[in-house]
């Protein structure tokens, strides 16, 4: 499965913001019964990554945890969320809130002290049972320190974003075709 880096997409809710950063990775795959939707894509997102990524995640927040930053909480209470999220704005897993939802996108993300991230989950339906995934991140920086913890973390964030992008859509494929 090929994933590729794009421009942040023109129709994403995310284009319309100002940001420090910005990146973009798109993929396809097959939804023949044409089922799968935004909070399909949402629930697959959060329920399937490759285990190193949620071993970062356990150091991120044991790291960022003594500079007071905000953690994504306990395993158990982020699993009860997912099962019971609608995608209505407010709504929370773990760090990530929904901020924003259309038809076809959700913005999730989280305001802290040293910057402000959003991330897009943009569903593009095409031709042939054919559906383009984008995920799309920006950040803002809010203090120095917003763009020391971000130098530090980019290199990973763009394995993770391919690696989980990776993932939802075989987990799509395998369980909707």
């Known amino acids: 499965m090929r994933v590729q880096r794009v ?16 990146d973009s990775f798109k993929g396809k795959f097959t939804d023949r019964q044409d089922t799968i939707d935004i909070i399909i894509i949402t ?4 329920s399937t990554s490759p285990g190193w990524i949620g071993k970062l995640f356990v ?6 945890s003594v500079f007071g930053l905000k953690t994504g909480g306990k395993v158990k209470e982020r699993e009860e969320a997912l099962d019971n999220f609608k995608g209505e704005i407010g709504e929370q897993i773990g760090i990530f809130k ?16 040293h910057l402000n991230f959003r991330v897009s989950l943009l569903l593009e339906p095409k031709l042939d049972n054919h559906k383009d995934l984008t995920i799309s991140t920006i950040v803002h ?16 964030h763009k394995l993770i974003v391919r690696a989980m992008l990776k993932s939802v859509i075989k987990e799509v494929e395998k369980v909707f075709l």
């Open 43 to 46: 629930k697959t997102f959060f």
């Open 141 to 156: 920086f809010n203090n120095w320190f917003g763009k020391l913890y971000f130098l530090a973390v980019k290199p990973f």
């Open 98 to 113: 929904v901020f924003e939802r259309t038809e076809n996108e959700i913005i999730l993300g989280e305001d802290d002290a």
């Open 7 to 22: 421009h942040l997409p023109g129709k994403s809710l995310l284009s319309k913001n100002t940001c420090d950063y910005s």
């Open 59 to 64: 150091l991120r927040n044991k790291i960022v």
